[in-house]
């Protein structure tokens, strides 16, 4: 449905990969990331976010942002479930945040495709 790649959220927190959203035959969506790389933190969590391409703690945390749980590592590919009801369409992008200190490691701005 929508794609992205990951960039790096500042010089020292640093991300990579791309993250791709299916519909999944029985309705259901699932974001995945594959060849997915970011720089290892406390508390980090996959949000998705409203705004395009996120760069401080307002921009990820306006109102209707969806947290789609931990980052379950730092490395590797890895799947997550969106509930039901979230309007895909309104959310724009993925975003790798740590919770402790409100600072974005990574995001991917997400394109229509596949």
């Known amino acids: 449905v ?4 990951f960039r790096d959220g500042d010089s020292f927190h640093k991300g ?9 035959p029985h309705g ?6 594959e060849d997915f790389k970011v720089t290892n933190g406390p508390a980090l969590y996959v949000l998705l976010a409203r705004h395009p ?17 931990p980052l379950k ?13 979230v309007d895909l369409a309104a ?4 975003v790798i945040y740590c919770k402790p200190f409100q600072v974005v ?7 229509d495709g596949g």
């Open 2 to 5: 929508r794609t992205g790649a």
């Open 16 to 24: 990579s990969g791309r993250v791709t959203l299916y519909r999944l």
């Open 28 to 33: 259901t969506h699932l974001l995945r990331f």
């Open 53 to 69: 391409d996120p760069r401080e703690r307002a921009h990820v945390k306006d109102p209707g942002f969806v947290e789609l749980g």
């Open 73 to 85: 590592g730092n490395i590797g590919s890895q799947n997550y479930v969106i509930p039901a009801g």
């Open 91 to 94: 959310h724009r992008s993925v």
């Open 105 to 111: 490691f990574s995001v991917a701005p997400l394109t």
